[in-house]
């Protein structure tokens, strides 16, 4: 499996620190509004690079935190009147339920910000103990940019370019700073603000100093991947190592994934332009499997452009999978239960090759759009290699096939069919007569088949009883 990693700027044969684990930080949305379509960008892609992997047998750690102590929060909850917490609580939840309507895997922890302040105050404190950082007059506590010798070394910047070059870093209350490259640990309360108490100020975490934290706390001080938009590359995630390996002594994330930027019609989206669009807002047009989809038709580290045409494009893609899904399924409510046919049987094995073509296509460096062209490609055989003289056998074979492949890039194809309770009723009923009778194989195949539609069964002493899982 290659990757491009940002740090060494090619493509490198992923190693995993400790075989057949993964250990994957992917930092997550700022929570002060709906997510809009750009930050479903890296969730989309990164959860399906999670996918693969797990495919591959690799037991993915995934960690991805919300931000959710910030000025624009804080903002917010003035405009309000009411606590930032107020505001945190409601867009995470509402960002959750758009994870859910992507297929987005929860991940393994979703750590907050603000219940990680005491692993923050101890890193930094670390960082002053080892003379990496600093307390200014006013309590704020800057991190000494120059005393990390790496610094700059993922985003490929010289120190002095970035001091000649970035004057805007010499903004004005920042002449504490024994340098203009240094940047904020901590910094002090302001009037209404939420804040913390701690040994150099009342006040609240800069802004990079708790992926570093996070990261430590649920991953170990040395990771496999760390990942992100690529606007996080410098200062977020150059910062990040800074701190990270001057307190730890130890090489932070050995791999670094940036997504490249999504465009609306070629332009930066932009909320003042009037080119923005939330997940929300394309739900009410489009299934939000289509922006998934859509997501995943470009490489990663390609700029995607948004525009009605290439949405429409991609639900004609998405509809091709679907309805060779939907054949499938209508031919073998009433294909054979004969045993496959030799040239059926050979017809099977051609159709592996698709998999393997999708497998190539992932493991360099997930270029998932070559793995889409696979999926048609397999949903094209399978379209022209089956029809109603063919086997249930062979035809559930393909479509195993096809949606092994569709889960992997957590495209639902699917539609689970919404059942009543009458017809759950009539399912236990037929469930129970068939083990009466004996017939246990019935009996498993019913319960699966209320599982594959989302009813699980228990046998209680009271009788079967069902729930939606
Ligand atoms: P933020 O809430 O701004 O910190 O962003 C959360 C994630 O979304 C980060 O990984 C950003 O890099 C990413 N992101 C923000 N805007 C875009 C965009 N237009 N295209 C792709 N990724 C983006
Ligand atoms: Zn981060």
């Known amino acids: 499996m290659k990757i491009y990693n940002t740090l060494s700027g090619r493509k490198e044969e992923f190693v995993p620190i400790e075989e057949g684990k993964v250990s994957m930080y992917v930092c997550g949305p700022t929570v002060y509004n709906l997510i809009h379509i750009g930050n479903a960008r890296p969730m989309l892609i990164f959860d399906t690079v999670r996918r693969y992997m797990e495919y591959k047998g690799l037991e993915v750690n995934y960690v991805s935190n919300f931000t959710d102590v910030d000025d624009k929060i804080i903002k917010k909850a003035v405009e309000e009147g009411v606590d930032a917490s107020v505001i945190s609580e409601r867009y995470i939840a509402e960002c959750k339920k758009d994870m859910e309507g992507m297929n987005v895997k929860p991940a393994t922890t979703h750590p907050l910000a603000t219940q990680e302040i005491g692993g923050m105050l101890e890193m930094i404190e670390t ?28 985003s490929h910047k010289n120190l002095d370019d970035l001091q000649g070059g970035n004057r805007s870093l010499l903004v004005s209350g920042e002449d504490q700073k024994e340098d203009p490259l240094d940047f904020v640990l901590w910094k002090p309360k302001k009037e209404g603000e939420p804040y913390w108490e701690s040994p150099w100020c009342d006040g609240r975490p800069g ?14 001080e040395e990771i496999d991947i760390h990942a992100g938009g690529e606007d996080l590359i410098f200062p977020h995630h150059e910062n990040e190592i800074a701190q990270s390996e001057a307190a730890n002594g130890k090489p932070f994330a050995h791999y670094w994934m940036h997504n490249a ?22 739900s009410e047009k489009y299934d939000l499997q289509v922006l998934r989809f859509f997501m995943l038709s470009a490489h990663y580290r ?18 091709r ?30 159709a592996k090759a698709y998999v393997a073509k999708f497998e190539d296509a992932m493991e360099d460096d997930f270029n998932t759009a070559d793995a889409l062209a696979a999926i048609f490609e397999l949903v094209k055989f399978v379209n022209t290699n089956t029809d109603g003289e063919s086997t249930k056998a062979y035809l559930q074979a393909l479509k195993n096939e096809i949606t092994m492949l569709t889960d992997i890039c957590g495209l639902i194809v699917e539609k689970k069919q919404e059942l009543l309770p009458e017809d759950i009723e009539a399912l236990i009923q037929e469930r129970q007569d068939a083990r009466k009778a004996k017939d246990f194989a019935r009996a498993d195949e019913i319960r699966n088949e209320l599982l594959e539609k989302g009813i699980v069964l228990e046998d209680t002493r009271e009788g079967v009883k069902w729930k939606r899982a």
């Open 127 to 154: 960082l002053i103990e080892k003379g990496h950082a600093y307390r200014g007059a006013d309590g704020t506590v800057y991190f000494r940019t120059r005393s990390f010798k790496g610094y700059g070394k993922l």
């Open 207 to 220: 802004w990079h100093i708790e992926c570093s934290v996070m990261s430590k706390k649920y991953l170990g």
């Open 261 to 282: 930027f999504l465009n609306i019609d070629n332009k930066k989206m932009s909320k003042s332009a009037g080119n923005f669009f939330t997940v929300r807002d394309i």
């Open 302 to 319: 390609s700029p995607l452009n948004f525009s009605a045409e290439l949405m429409q494009a991609a639900q004609n893609g998405y509809d």
């Open 321 to 350: 999978i679907v309805t060779a899904v939907e054949n499938l399924n209508f031919l073998m409510e009433s294909a054979k239960a004969e045993e496959e046919s030799a040239r059926e049987k050979e017809l099977e094995e051609q």
